[in-house]
């Protein structure tokens, strides 16, 4: 693709004769990554300025820079580059990026699925639908991003927006026909998806997180909001309708809604619920009829993750006895309420919760599925949201029988300030502190009888622990197993 054509996509700028045109064989917003005649985009991130690596940039073959600038004009330097101003250097990556690739979304059924917590959960549950209806999906995601016999490891649940299109680019040519995407509100903010056509979305609920960045919780949900405003009437969106925030997004969608609950009247609903230690039931009612499902997955939370994907697949036209097999078959998600059995008679579970709510949720699940004790080990991450530490602190202990508070991953920051904060929110004496993680979670089994539950906290399927100068090889489930073959 030349350059001319490719700028045009940047409000059709016009590029005067006198500018040489040339074939762009890469566009990048990392200087390290450029390859000669290609474009370098200038982002600001939040720990480096690409302004700063221009000047690589041009060492390492760029032969246009696109930076933000008020004026918005091309110039030329005397050396023959190209100096392209912009209003919004993330957004132009993005859109460069996907024409740089040829527009893959469009050649795909494109799946966004966003809210606080469920993403990763509905996109495994999406996936064995469509694959049970002999579709061919493709997943982006925080544990990983797949498709067809490929698996590439996750940095961040939603990839940069070069990343991103060369990635759909890729399944677009290996014959994918749906990505279910989770979609942060970083990416959202940051506008990552711009140029990305989604033909549907999925909003799970909204509960506080990521306050160190979008620092209040209107500006939080207004980032994800962005995905169902986004959307063209032709497309469609899918709803909690016992969440406060899910019915905004109706109002703000132009699009059809359909929505799903439990609580609340709504298209998709689940009654007579039963929950399990090993299992979960109910009767699915959808838009007048009925069918018994029966699942794996336990708490009433994942109830809501499975009337999700089953609104979306009724909306997409895939029949409900293909839903049900999926459903009944599917058995777990990595680190999502997965489960340990131990041969002393208590039940260990592995889950990614770690926010106010996701805890709630969580621990009230399991404390229905046993007359034992409830054991919690958990952390709160470093360079994360502080104010929700001691709301952590707070509900784990108001609702565990005894609570372990240990490292999560406290990156740069004080292992025991982290701990300090969380203690702020604790009224209860149901507690104690271990800092090392394997040490509290062995703790934690040790104090297990039959009939118990150990939830280990906060991790998931994370295999690694990340310190203020290492990253350590670190998996909940290993470790978990590991000290329960070695009897504690």
């Known amino acids: 693709m030349n350059l001319i ?10 590029i005067d004769s006198s500018f040489v045109d040339f074939e762009v064989k890469g566009v990048s917003c990392n200087s390290k990554t450029v390859v000669d005649n290609s474009v370098f985009i200038a982002v600001k991130g939040a720990s480096a300025d690409g ?4 000047e690589d940039a041009i060492a390492r073959g760029a032969r246009a820079i696109i930076k933000e600038s008020p004026s918005h004009k091309v110039t030329k330097s005397p ?48 996936e064995a639908i469509l694959k049970e209806a002999n579709k061919a999906p493709a997943v982006i995601g925080t544990v990983n991003c797949r498709f067809k016999d490929k698996v590439i490891p996750s940095k961040n649940t939603t990839p940069g927006s070069i990343e991103l299109q060369s990635m759909l680019f890729d399944m677009a040519a290996a014959g994918v026909n749906y990505c279910l995407m989770e979609v942060s509100s970083h990416a959202l903010d940051q506008n990552r998806t711009e140029g990305i056509k989604f033909s549907s979305a999925v909003f799970t609920n909204l509960t506080q ?28 969106a899918i709803v909690n309708a016992d969440d406060s925030y899910g019915k905004r997004i109706q109002n703000l969608s132009s699009c059809g809604i359909v929505n799903y609950g439990i609580y609340n009247k709504a298209d998709v609903m689940a009654i007579n619920i039963g929950y399990d230690i090993s299992h979960t039931e109910f009767v699915l009612q959808s838009y007048g009829r009925e069918i018994k499902l029966k ?55 592995v889950d990614y919760a770690h926010t106010e709510d996701a805890l709630d949720n969580v621990i009230r699940s399991i404390k229905k599925l046993t007359h034992g004790s409830v054991i919690v080990v958990f952390g709160c991450g470093g360079e994360r949201d502080k104010i929700k530490r001691p709301k952590m602190g707070r509900v784990v202990t108001e609702l565990a029988d005894y609570s372990i508070i240990t490292n999560d991953n406290p990156r740069s920051d004080d292992p025991l300030e982290i ?16 800092p090392d993680r394997k040490d509290a979670i062995k703790k934690s089994l040790s104090l297990a009888a039959a009939g118990d539950i150990v939830l280990v906290a906060g991790k998931g399927h994370e295999n690694y622990q990340i310190l203020k100068d290492k990253t350590l090889v670190f998996d909940d489930r290993e470790v978990v197993r590991r000290c329960l073959e070695d009897e504690f």
Request: with cysteine; aromatic share 12%; proline share 1%.
């Open 5 to 14: 054509r490719l700028i045009k996509r940047l409000n059709n700028y016009n």
């Open 51 to 54: 302004n700063r690596f221009i």
């Open 79 to 126: 050396e023959g580059i190209l100096f392209i101003g912009v209003a919004d250097a993330r957004k132009a990556c993005a859109d460069l990026a996907a024409e740089f690739y040829g527009n893959p979304s469009e050649k795909i059924e494109m799946v966004g699925i966003t809210g606080t917590n469920g993403k990763t959960t509905l996109s495994y549950l999406l």
């Open 209 to 236: 997180d990521h306050l160190d960045y979008h620092k209040t919780i209107e500006d939080y949900f207004l980032a994800k909001a962005k995905l169902f405003q986004g959307l063209s009437r032709g497309a469609f």
């Open 295 to 349: 699942t794996a997955l336990i708490g009433a939370h994942n109830v809501y993750n499975i009337l999700a994907s089953v609104s979306w697949a009724v909306k997409e036209g895939i029949d409900l006895s293909i839903v049900k097999s999926a459903i009944e078959k599917f058995s777990y998600v990595p680190g999502r309420l997965e489960r340990i059995d131990s041969k002393a008679g208590f039940s260990v579970f």
């Open 419 to 434: 701990i300090e904060d969380i203690k702020k929110g604790i009224t209860r004496a149901n507690y104690c502190v271990i």
